[in-house]
């Protein structure tokens, strides 16, 4: 997802290796050095503050935070606080579909013809493969300016995907399958066909297969579930260029996530980023053929 946004920096970096069976933090000498090198990062990266979870090969972790979550309050940055994780989504939503896809209720070459019904400007020939892969030519929502107008102006509205789709859409770029195109319209489609062949919602699915059993506390999807914690703002240059200091927490509202939903939606901490993280790229999420 593009926006001209600067937030403070999320990181969960893992480093697979044999799963452990518990987990302890790193040694002392260890976090010293990760401290100083996220200490530097603020200053070099010119961001408030950046919170950032390293899972170790064997059983080690790591925490840790540095500098502001909150530039005018001086709210220390903090581990436990939670960030928009804006595409990141994505990741849990292809992963949910590719479950499905072994689970047989779904099919990487369905056509959303056959999933969903009629929209507007959603050829009905696309794929799910076309939709995980950005090959389906369908126009992306977020490049309508009229979509981040409304995350500002109207912040409080909570949008249905098939609005959405049908309100910012536009004319297909091209024949599904013939080129790449980065859209988020994709995942939004992939978010209505993971509710139309389960039964349920998109949040209860994810919470079910992914946020309780991986104990990700403080991971939601947003509008549809509140935050366990508090959500650390975005800061943007509205008032003056290059200079992040507009607190846009109010831009990170129901309308923003309702609109993006399955593409971009949802919030979580390092911690439970880089859990997920583990389990989908140590292969416990889905098998050697599918991931």
Not at 231 to 259: C, E, H, K, Q, R
Request: glycine content about 6%.
């Amino acid at each position: 997802m593009k926006r001209s946004l600067r937030i403070l920096i999320l990181l969960a970096v893992v480093f697979t290796g044999p799963r452990p069976k518990a987990q302890v933090p790193v040694a002392p000498a260890l976090a010293a050095v990760l401290q100083t090198k996220l200490d530097s990062c603020v200053s070099v990266f010119n961001v408030p503050g950046i919170s950032a979870t390293l899972l170790l090969s064997g059983d080690r972790f790591w925490n840790g935070a540095s500098g502001r979550a909150h530039i005018y309050t001086n709210q220390q940055m903090d581990t436990a606080l939670v960030f928009q994780q804006a595409s990141v989504t994505k990741l849990f939503t292809a992963t949910l579909v590719l479950q499905l896809v072994e689970e047989g209720l779904l099919s990487l070459d369905d056509t959303l013809g056959a999933l969903l019904p009629p929209m507007l400007y959603v050829p009905g020939n696309v794929k799910v493969r076309h939709l995980l892969k950005h090959r389906s030519g369908i126009a992306d929502i977020v490049a309508n300016p009229n979509a981040p107008n409304n995350w500002l102006l109207s912040p409080n509205t909570v949008w249905q995907p098939v609005n959405v789709l049908e309100t910012f859409g536009n004319d297909p770029l091209f024949t599904p399958g013939a080129a790449f195109s980065y859209s988020n319209s994709n995942y939004v489609l992939l978010g209505m066909i993971i509710e139309a062949v389960t039964g349920s919602s998109v949040a209860e699915e994810m919470r079910e297969r992914f946020f309780d059993p991986l104990g990700m506390s403080t991971t939601a999807l947003r509008p549809f579930q509140p935050l366990a914690a508090p959500l650390v703002p975005g800061w943007s240059s509205l008032s003056i260029a290059n200079t992040y200091t507009d607190d846009m927490t109010y831009f990170l509202s129901s309308s923003f996530s309702s609109m993006v939903y399955t593409a971009g939606a949802l919030v979580s901490r390092p911690w439970d980023v880089a859990r997920f993280n583990r389990e989908l790229f140590s292969g416990e999420l889905l098998t050697p053929a599918m991931q």
